[in-house]
C-alpha cells in the first residue's frame, strides 16, 4: 500500500506559477515511477508530467516549456512547478506512483487560472 499527500495547488492568476508537491509512503520499491495528471470538468484525466528513478522525464505537450518536474528520491517525494499558467491549466491535479503493476493515486488539489 502506498499512501500519496499532495500539497500545493489554489487560485494563481495567468501568467502566474505554482508548485505542487507530492510525498509517498508505506511500501515504496526503489524502481518506480511518481508524475502528476490533471482532469478538468467533463474531461478525462490526461497526463502533465511523469519522472521515474533514472530520472527519465515525459511532459505533456501542453506544458512544455511551462513545467518542470523533479524528484528527491531520499524522501520519494516529486515536485511539479508550473510557469505561465493559463486558464485552461485549471483542472484538479492528482499525483500518481505505480511500480510492478501497482498504482495510487492521490486525492487530488485544485488548481485555478482567473484570466
Known amino acids: 500500500q502506498v499512501q500519496l499527500a499532495e500539497s500545493g495547488g489554489g487560485l494563481v492568476q495567468a501568467g502566474g506559477s505554482l508548485r505542487l508537491s507530492c510525498t509517498a509512503s508505506?511500501?515504496?520499491?526503489?524502481?518506480?515511477?511518481m508524475g502528476w495528471y490533471r482532469q478538468a470538468p467533463g474531461t478525462e484525466r490526461t497526463l502533465v508530467a511523469t519522472?521515474?528513478?533514472?530520472?527519465?522525464?515525459n511532459y505533456a505537450d501542453s506544458v512544455k516549456g511551462r513545467g518542470r518536474i523533479s524528484r528527491d528520491r531520499t524522501r520519494n517525494t516529486v515536485i511539479l512547478q508550473m510557469n505561465d499558467l493559463k486558464p485552461e491549466d485549471t483542472a484538479v491535479y492528482y499525483c500518481?506512483?505505480?511500480?510492478?503493476?501497482?498504482?495510487?493515486w492521490g486525492q487530488g488539489t485544485q488548481v485555478t487560472v482567473s484570466s
Open positions: 508505506g511500501v515504496i520499491f526503489n524502481i518506480n515511477v
Open positions: 500518481h506512483w505505480r511500480a510492478r503493476g501497482y498504482e495510487y
Open positions: 519522472i521515474n528513478s533514472l530520472g527519465d522525464i
